[in-house]
């Protein structure tokens, strides 16, 4: 893997076939509810649609892979925006979504719909990165806690990242890794487990990840700061 340290990015890069699939099809079961339906505030809607809402942002179109029993599968949407079913597994599901990306797209990014605050900045660095020759990019955060293994050892923290999303592809090779049916807790192993370089770039702390009620308030909290240091401007 190759970390690199970008600045901030404040644009995308062109958007010729390039599609994002949402990961929307959990069972929230940590969270004690439907964690996508919940409202991070009125403006900014629900969890699930402000992710949809900033993926839609980046490119030519947006598959949001969610539960079989959802109302979303039903009615009208635009042809840039589709829904489709997700499978038993996260694997099962993204493979679900990519059935329903266009063959024609050239770059396709896995996206999990629990992190609404995935900004535009960090979409355009990992697309940057595959429009530059990358196979698979994944963005990435220090682990700041002290680690240790099981057998109570402590683990070099400066050696570990936390992975994030959303993770881009060139899509020949997010089609191959998803060729056998295999299951992994991210799309970029899957993408390495087929002999795929795997390149890391900078992630953002703020990209939480809604799992528990407690995320829940940072997210909120994090669009109070922001509405108000656009306030300030």
Known sequence: MTIIHTSAVTHAAPNTGLWTIVVAAGASQRFGGDKLAAVIDPPHGTVLDRSIAMAMTVGDGVVVV???DSPLLVGEHPSELRFVAGGATRSAS???GLDVVPRAASVVLVHDGARPLASRALYARVIGEVIGGADA????VPVVDTIRSLDGRVVDRDRLRAVQTPQAFAAHVLRAAHASGAEATDDAALAEAIGH????VDGEATNVKVTRPVDLVV???HLE?????????
């Open 225 to 233: 700061d922001s509405g108000r240091d656009e306030a300030r401007r």
């Open 197 to 200: 370089h795997v390149t890391l």
């Open 66 to 68: 969610v539960g079989a």
């Open 137 to 140: 990019v994944v963005p990435v």
């Open 94 to 96: 993204v493979r679900a």
């Open 219 to 221: 997210v909120r909290s």
